[in-house]
């Protein structure tokens, strides 16, 4: 069942009407000001009509302008052969390059462990991403580490290439190396 709503159905009593504002007197004294000013500038124009007269009925001076003997032109330019075009066309340019030295087959190291079985576990990982891995043994001054190394690499361009790659594949870290 539906609330009721009192309230709202109470008879409401019309509003008392209310007379009109009465209008404002007409400003007689600020359209007087107007009307003045208005004179003011329409008399202004007058005056400055009037005196613009006197300038007109003087006779306009003319300068006469010096005339000048003009110079006859020189003869229109022969036509000339220009040679470059042909040479250009027919030059041999001779450039040494230097070769660009090779410095030898890259590596790319990826990881050092401390444990053998964390090696082969990255080892796995970099499987995954589709190349495969060496997992080298290192005796440094704080005991033996596990290198994971990927490589040889002819050009320091293919580790870059496949160091991208890894880093799709969410493996980061992986430094480049000359092979030694």
């Known amino acids: 069942m539906k609330n009721k709503d009192y309230v709202s159905q109470k008879k409401r009593q019309k509003a008392p009407k209310q007379e009109a504002p009465k209008g404002r007197p007409f400003p007689v004294v600020k359209m007087l000001v107007v009307a003045g000013l208005i004179a003011a500038f329409v008399g202004g124009l007058l005056f400055i009509k009037d005196d613009s007269n006197d300038f007109q009925d003087q006779a306009p001076t003319v300068h006469k302008k010096a005339v000048r003997k003009s110079k006859p032109l020189p003869p229109p330019p022969e036509d000339e052969e220009w040679s470059f075009i042909e040479e250009l066309e027919n030059k041999n340019v001779e450039v ?53 190394i990927l490589g040889p690499f002819e050009r320091k361009r293919d580790a870059e290439k496949t160091r991208h790659i890894l880093k799709r594949n969410d493996i980061r870290g992986c430094q480049i190396w000359l092979w030694r």
Do not use: H, N
Request: aromatic fraction near 14%; charged fraction near 25%.
């Open 96 to 148: 040494e390059s230097e070769e660009l030295k090779d410095r030898g087959p890259y590596k790319m190291q990826c990881a050092s462990f401390r444990s053998q079985s964390d090696a082969e576990g990255f080892k796995a990982r970099i499987a995954f991403a589709g190349f495969e891995s060496q997992v080298i043994p290192s005796q440094g001054t704080s005991g033996m580490w596990y290198k994971v």
